[in-house]
Each structure stands twice: as structure tokens, then as C-alpha cells.
């Protein structure tokens, strides 16, 4: 079945620490492949996607994401957490030029001074 | 960039009432729109696709007759909770899909917090 797994719930990391948040896809073909951001009662934030060509993609407020074909995967990096960080993030898939788009069940990022 | 604009952000209504939830993109044609629903602590399900001049199309274990859907315009889609019951009380958002020559993209409204009393 098709499907997008992010198999963190919950991670705590503390302020200054890395961090990478995993996201897997089970698709046919390669999809459109996203981070989104909802903080608290807010909508959502696009931190970056990946179309095609370089496989490592640079977002906004320091985030990158390495697609892997080989692993099916697009995980989420920060050199640096800030606690500003702290929040929810959806990997997302597109396929067919959007006509499906879905999410991950979501990884709630806690950040310790 | 493009924007979508969702609105009410917020609604509170009584059991048996009808919410009507809109969707319009500002500046830019949609001929596709989605809307998802998030209940508390979890992710966003995509409840169906919405084409403009046509029927949505619904995701498995959507009921249709409960979550209308009309796209009736380029610009804006609306969907419509009918007989809302506690249990439908979510956070909803929906996105609209730009077609140009960049590319397709897909932004989402601020979504719609209703609560059903």
C-alpha cells in the first residue's frame, strides 16, 4: 500500500544539538517530496521540497533534506536546534503533479535548554 | 508568493448546524483544491480533491452527504460540515494547486479550527 511513514512520534533534543527527523515513502515512482512546520493551533509552513536534480535540498531556518532513492527516505537535518524549533513536522508526498497529496502521521520536536 | 485564504479561522456551533468552511486562492487560478482534516495530536488526512466543475472526489471513509464539497469557481472551493456533531470537531485546511510555468505548487490556507458544541 501506498504509504508515509515518519516512525518518530516524539523527539526531545536539546537547544545547540543536532537533529534529524526521518520521513519514508512507498511509492511506485519517485513523488514530490515535502517538510511542512505547524506550530500550535497554526497552519502550516513549507520548509522545503525536492522535485528532481540535487538530492540534498536547503530550506528555510536552516533545514535541509536529503532525498535517498535507494531508502525510499527524505530526512529532515538541522545542524543547530533553536528552541524556536520546537514544533510539529509533516513529511508530505505529491504525486502526479498533486493530483494526491498526503502526509506523514507527524514528529513532535521538543527542545531542552 | 501565492496565497490562499481560509475562512472562519474559528467556529463554534451547535449540534445539527450546517458550517460552511470557504477556501479562495488571492492570486493565482486553482483548478484543484484538497481539503484535509487533523483531529488533535495527529496528522493530516486528505478527505478529498475538489476540481473546479466537477464532483470531488472523496478519500475511503469520507462520507460525501457529511463533508460537501463545491468548486464552483477557479478561485474558490467551499466545504460544507452539514449536521455537525461533536465528533466532528477538527482543525480543517485545505490547499490549492497552482499550475505554471515554474511548475505545479500547492499552497494551504490557515485552516479552520470548528468546534461543535
Known amino acids: 500500500a501506498q504509504s508515509v511513514t515518519q516512525p518518530d512520534i516524539h523527539i526531545t533534543v536539546s537547544e545547540g544539538a543536532s537533529l534529524e527527523l526521518r520521513c519514508n515513502y512507498s511509492?511506485?515512482?519517485?513523488?514530490?517530496l515535502f517538510w511542512y512546520v505547524q506550530s500550535p493551533g497554526q497552519g502550516l509552513q513549507l520548509l522545503l521540497k525536492y522535485f528532481s536534480g540535487d538530492t540534498l535540498v536547503q530550506g528555510i531556518k536552516g533545514f535541509e533534506a536529503e532525498f535517498k532513492r535507494s531508502q525510499s527516505s527524505f530526512n529532515l537535518r538541522k545542524p543547530s536546534v533553536h528552541w524556536s524549533d520546537a514544533a510539529e513536522y509533516f513529511c508530505?508526498?505529491?504525486?502526479?503533479?498533486?493530483?494526491?497529496?498526503?502526509f506523514g502521521s507527524g514528529t513532535k520536536l521538543n527542545v531542552k535548554p | 508568493g501565492a496565497v490562499v485564504s481560509q475562512h472562519p479561522s474559528w467556529v463554534i456551533c451547535k449540534s445539527g448546524t450546517s458550517v460552511k468552511i470557504e477556501c479562495r486562492s488571492l492570486?493565482?487560478?486553482?483548478?484543484?483544491m484538497f481539503w484535509y482534516r487533523q483531529f488533535p495530536k495527529q496528522s493530516l488526512m486528505l478527505m478529498a480533491t475538489s476540481n473546479e466543475g466537477s464532483k470531488a472526489t472523496y478519500e475511503q471513509g469520507v462520507e460525501k452527504d457529511k463533508f460537501l464539497i463545491n468548486h464552483a469557481s477557479l478561485t474558490l472551493s467551499t466545504l460544507t460540515v452539514t449536521s455537525a456533531h461533536p465528533e466532528d470537531s477538527s482543525f480543517y485546511i485545505c490547499?490549492?494547486?497552482?499550475?505554471?510555468?515554474?511548475?505545479?505548487?500547492?499552497?494551504f490556507g490557515s485552516g479552520t479550527q470548528l468546534s461543535v458544541l
Open positions: 490547499s490549492a494547486r497552482e499550475t505554471g510555468q515554474a511548475g505545479e505548487k500547492l499552497f
Open positions: 511509492y511506485g515512482a519517485t513523488p514530490y
Open positions: 508530505a508526498v505529491g504525486l502526479y503533479n498533486f493530483n494526491k497529496f498526503y
Open positions: 492570486d493565482f487560478q486553482a483548478t484543484t
